[in-house]
C-alpha cells in the first residue's frame, strides 16, 4: 500500500511569490491534516480535512494561505504572497478515522519550503 | 491550553546503553498519545499508539508506557540505527483531531 506522498520535494521562492504545495493521502483516507516546522519549533497543526469539508482551520497563520481538497482526494495548499517567515518544512497526513483506533495519521515525507 | 514537553532535547548512548526518553503531557481528555521516529529529510513514522494510563507497548528494542501525566519510551540496548529524533504526540478526547507535538528528542547511538 503506498503511503502519502508530497510534492514537491523542495522548494526555493523569491518573497512576493506564489508556491502551491499538494499532498496525495493514503487511499481511502478520509481525513487529511497539514501540518508545519519551522526551524527550532516543534512541528504545528494547520488545518484538517474530513473528506472535502475543512474540518478545522485554527492553525492557519493568515489569508496566504489557502488550502482545498478537491473530490475528498487529494490537497493542494497555496501560499500567496510568500513571505521569508513560511519557510520551513510541511507536512501533510491522513487517517482513516472510521471508528476508534483507526485515528492515526500517518505522515508524507514533507516540502522544504524555502522563502528568499 | 495543550502541552507537551519532551526530554532531554539531544541524547547520546553507546551502543548497547539502555535509556529512556520522556514525554510530559498536559491536556484536557487525553485521547491518545503517539510515538513517532524521523530521520533526517524524511516525515514522522509511526510507532505507536497509546490509550490509558498503564498501557504499553513493545517493538523490537522500543518499549512505551503511559501514565496520568507522561509517557517513557524505553530504549533497550539500542543499535546505531535507533539513530533519529523520537517525538511525541497528544490529541483529545474527540478524536481525529490535530496532534499537538513536543519538540522531540535527538537521540545518536555510537558504536
Known amino acids: 500500500e503506498a503511503g502519502v506522498t508530497q510534492f514537491p520535494s523542495h522548494s526555493v521562492i523569491e518573497k512576493g511569490q506564489t508556491v502551491t504545495l499538494r499532498c496525495d493521502p493514503i487511499?481511502?483516507?478520509?481525513?487529511l491534516y497539514w501540518y508545519r516546522r519551522v526551524m527550532g519549533k516543534e512541528i504545528k497543526f494547520l488545518l484538517h480535512?474530513?473528506?472535502?469539508?475543512?474540518?478545522?482551520e485554527s492553525g492557519m497563520p493568515n489569508n496566504r494561505f489557502l488550502a482545498e481538497r478537491t473530490g475528498g482526494t487529494y490537497s493542494t495548499l497555496k501560499v500567496q504572497p510568500a513571505e521569508l517567515e513560511d519557510s520551513g518544512v510541511y507536512f501533510c497526513?491522513?487517517?482513516?478515522?472510521?471508528?476508534?483506533?483507526?485515528?492515526?495519521?500517518?505522515f508524507g515525507p514533507g516540502t522544504r519550503l524555502l522563502v528568499l | 491550553e495543550d502541552q507537551v514537553t519532551q526530554s532531554p532535547e539531544a541524547l547520546r548512548l553507546q551502543e548497547g546503553e539502555s535509556s529512556s526518553l520522556n514525554c510530559s503531557y498536559t491536556?484536557?481528555?487525553?485521547?491518545?498519545l503517539f510515538w513517532y521516529r524521523q530521520d533526517p529529510g524524511k516525515g514522522p513514522e509511526f510507532l505507536f499508539t497509546?490509550?490509558?494510563a498503564g498501557e504499553e507497548k513493545e517493538k523490537e528494542r522500543l518499549k512505551a508506557t503511559l501514565t496520568k501525566k507522561e509517557s517513557f519510551l524505553h530504549i533497550t540496548a539500542p543499535k546505531p540505527e535507533d539513530s533519529a529524533t523520537y517525538l511525541c504526540?497528544?490529541?483529545?478526547?474527540?478524536?481525529?483531531?490535530?496532534?499537538?507535538f513536543g519538540k522531540g528528542t535527538r537521540l545518536s547511538v555510537i558504536a
Open positions: 497526513a491522513s487517517s482513516q478515522g472510521r471508528g476508534p483506533y483507526q485515528e492515526t495519521q500517518y
Open positions: 487511499s481511502g483516507h478520509d481525513n
Open positions: 480535512f474530513v473528506k472535502e469539508s475543512k474540518q478545522d
Open positions: 491536556v484536557s481528555g487525553l485521547r491518545g
Open positions: 497509546l490509550y490509558s
Open positions: 504526540a497528544v490529541y483529545r478526547s474527540s478524536g481525529n483531531t490535530p496532534l499537538v
